[in-house]
Structures are given as structure tokens and as C-alpha cells.
């Protein structure tokens, strides 16, 4: 297959969660266009699970990739940029997609004794894919007995990968939180309740939270990444809306914040004279590698010539690949792909010749293990 054109191709239909109709339906042709004598296919809502059938099967092997895109303008110049306006893979799932193809191409005419079970998960920038996915009868009747998954690094150079034993990513929770007070003529002010100095209130006093509420030497955070509030430069919010997330390496930090946040809250109801409420979305479960599995695949990974392998440490970002892990034995490794700019930024540009490492990475893996 031609990876680059694939990638391109994905590349300019981002879509967000569980609204992955075309971004499906191109999947679904390059699969039908494969080899079929092996392949199992069955569709979960925008999701798709392929199993390759075995020789002579003792278990199965799960692969994932995610497959959804951001809300985010695209401002690479890139000539295959986003048709979607407003949208971009910014997270690099169009190379997570395009990897689980040219490794589904190969083992549709590359036989192994084991299955392989192709995971094409929807939604894992939210509100989440994997938990219902999990809970699904489609899954569950192909339920595999190991999992992996890779996620792009820009930090990382092409032909690394980095990973560790035991805690990979951090626990998340979504943050939203409505305030409402009264609105009114801004020459006024002492007959309204403006929220939107309310919300600004509320946002500096969650600075305090990792400053001063969690152990230094845990580690936790508390963004805000979007604030909506009011209609028009003369007029005093009536509402505001804010809306964030929360990372923890720990559960016990992650409640910890969240009693802080609702503790903030009130005060700041009481304050201003508002109501507010608090919404917490979808919450990520962290992402804990099997010692033993990932050990192995270090090892292995680190004797390919063209490869180096990292050991790298736990980061904060989430993925509901977490809940899978949860309960099936795998473990996640990033895949260097020499970015200046970083994930979720509207610049990502990652290098499409790590596209192969992964693709021989994940080759000698499932060779080895699946036979
Ligand atoms: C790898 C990555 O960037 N994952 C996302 C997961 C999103 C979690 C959830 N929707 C939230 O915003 O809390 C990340 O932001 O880490």
C-alpha cells in the first residue's frame, strides 16, 4: 500500500467522536479491497473490529488504533490539509489509522498462527470510545486475551520508541462548570451578578489547587482550556461557562482535586451571588503496562537495527486505551515523530517516515508472539 497517500487521504477527513461516518466508510473500502479468505469484519457504531484468522489459534492479540479528530483550525500549509473546516488531526490518528492498515494489509496474506484482532476505536478524544466499546457485544465475542497500542511523539526523533513498565498515562477527568447570575446594562454593574468576573475568579483560584493542595511529589493538573461567557462588550454577563480537564497519577489525587474544585466553587457561588454546577464528563482510566509484556517488547524492539527504544516517563496526557488495559494485559508505546510542533497543536507536523518503524516494530512483535 501506498502508507503516504492513505495517510494523506485520512489526514483530510478529520472527524470528532462517534460522528466518524466517512472516516469509517473509507476504512471499511480499503478492507474490503484487501484479501478476504482471513478476515472477519463487524462494524460497532462508527468503530470497525477486523480478526484475522489464525492457523492453529491459542488466543488472540488485540491492536488499537483510535480514529477520531479535533476541533481545531488547521495551520500547517500542508497542500492534503483538512476539507473539514474547523477540524484537524491533531493527535496523530490519521498515522495511528494508516499503521493498523498496512499492518492489517500484511497479515491478510502473511500467515500466523495465532488471531490478530484490528481495533478501529472511535472517540478517544471524548467522550471516549473504549468503556462502551469494551461493554459491546462485538468486542466481547472477540474479547482478545492481549492488547497494544502506540501513540505518535513529537518530542521523540523517527526510528525511537519509548515506553516503561507500569504507569504509562495519567487518570482524567473532563471539567465542566456553568455559572449563572444577572446579567444587565454594563453602566450598572451594582444591579447585575457578571459572571464573567466570576469565572475569571474561579480560574485563578484553581492556580491554587496543584500549588498548594497536592503532595510535591505527586503529580496532578488542572487545566482550563476554554471559557465562554457574555454577548457583547456592553452588556454584563449573565452566564458564563468553563470548561477544563484534570489529570492525576494517582486516584487519590484525582478526588482530592475534584473536592477542591466543588469547595472552590461554592465559594465563588457565595462570592458573587451566582449558581453554578459542575459536570465532569467522561473520566479516562490511567494506562498501566504489564510489566512482563512490555519488558519483553523493549527488549525485542531494541535488537531491530533501525530502532532504538527509550525508557521514558509516566506523562499526563490520558487515553482511554486505560480501560482496556483495565482489563485485558497489554501495554502502549510512543512512536517518535520529530514534530516542532507538539500534540493537539494546530502546526503538528509529524514525519511520515516513522510510519515504517511502527510497521516494523509491530511486525516483529506479533511474529514473534502470535507464532
Ligand atoms: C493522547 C491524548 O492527547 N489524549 C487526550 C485524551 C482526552 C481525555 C479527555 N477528553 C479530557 O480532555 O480530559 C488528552 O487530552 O490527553
Redo the contacts with the bound molecule.
Keep these: 500500500m501506498d502508507r503516504i497517500a492513505v495517510r494523506r487521504d485520512l489526514h483530510k477527513i478529520p472527524e470528532i467522536g462517534f460522528k466518524e461516518f466517512k472516516t469509517q466508510s473509507y476504512l471499511l473500502q480499503f478492507i474490503q479491497n484487501l484479501p478476504q479468505d482471513r478476515l472477519e469484519v463487524k462494524t460497532w457504531k462508527t468503530g470497525i473490529l477486523v480478526k484475522v484468522k489464525g492457523q492453529n489459534p491459542t488466543k488472540t492479540i488485540g491492536y488499537r488504533t483510535d480514529i477520531d479528530g479535533l476541533p481545531i483550525v488547521e495551520e500547517t500549509g500542508y497542500p492534503f490539509q483538512s476539507d473539514h473546516e474547523g477540524y484537524m488531526h491533531a493527535?496523530g490518528h490519521d498515522f495511528h489509522m494508516t499503521i493498523a492498515l498496512s499492518l492489517l494489509e500484511y497479515y491478510s496474506t502473511h500467515e500466523v498462527k495465532d488471531h490478530l484482532l484490528f481495533i478501529f476505536q472511535p472517540a478517544?478524544?471524548?467522550?471516549?470510545g473504549a468503556l462502551p466499546m469494551l461493554d459491546s457485544e462485538e468486542f466481547i465475542s472477540w474479547k482478545p486475551d492481549q492488547m497494544v497500542a502506540l501513540?505518535i511523539a513529537p518530542e521523540y526523533p523517527v526510528g525511537t520508541i519509548a515506553t516503561k513498565t507500569g504507569l504509562l498515562?495519567a487518570n482524567?477527568?473532563?471539567l465542566f462548570i456553568d455559572l449563572k447570575g444577572k446579567g444587565g446594562h454594563a453602566a450598572y454593574p451594582h444591579h447585575t451578578r457578571d459572571m464573567v468576573v466570576a469565572a475569571s475568579h474561579l480560574v485563578t483560584q484553581f492556580q491554587s489547587i496543584v500549588a498548594r493542595n497536592i503532595d510535591p511529589l505527586d503529580s496532578a493538573v488542572v487545566t482550563v482550556g476554554k471559557i465562554e461567557g457574555g454577548t457583547k462588550q456592553n452588556i454584563i454577563a449573565e452566564k458564563a461557562r468553563v470548561e477544563g480537564?484534570?489529570?492525576s497519577l494517582s486516584a487519590e489525587s484525582m478526588t482530592l482535586v475534584k473536592q477542591r474544585i466543588e469547595a472552590i466553587v461554592k465559594g465563588i457561588e457565595a462570592s458573587f451571588e451566582c449558581s453554578a454546577s459542575i459536570d465532569y464528563?467522561?473520566n479516562?482510566f490511567q494506562v498501566n503496562n504489564d510489566t512482563a509484556l512490555v519488558g519483553e517488547f523493549m527488549e525485542q524492539a531494541d535488537k531491530l537495527s533501525d530502532v532504538s527504544v527509550i525508557e521514558c516517563r509516566e506523562a499526563?496526557?490520558?487515553?482511554?486505551f486505560g480501560y482496556f488495559l483495565k482489563e485485558i494485559p497489554g501495554f502502549m508505546f510512543w512512536l517518535g515523530v520529530n514534530s516542532d510542533s507538539g500534540?493537539?497543536s494546530s502546526s503538528l507536523m509529524p514525519d511520515e517516515a516513522a510510519m515504517e518503524t511502527a510497521f516494523q516494530v509491530m511486525t516483529d512483535y506479533f511474529n514473534r508472539i502470535a507464532n
Design positions: 493527535c478517544e478524544e471524548g467522550p471516549g501513540h498515562f482524567t477527568s473532563e480537564t484534570i489529570r464528563g467522561s479516562y499526563m496526557t490520558g487515553e482511554d500534540l493537539h
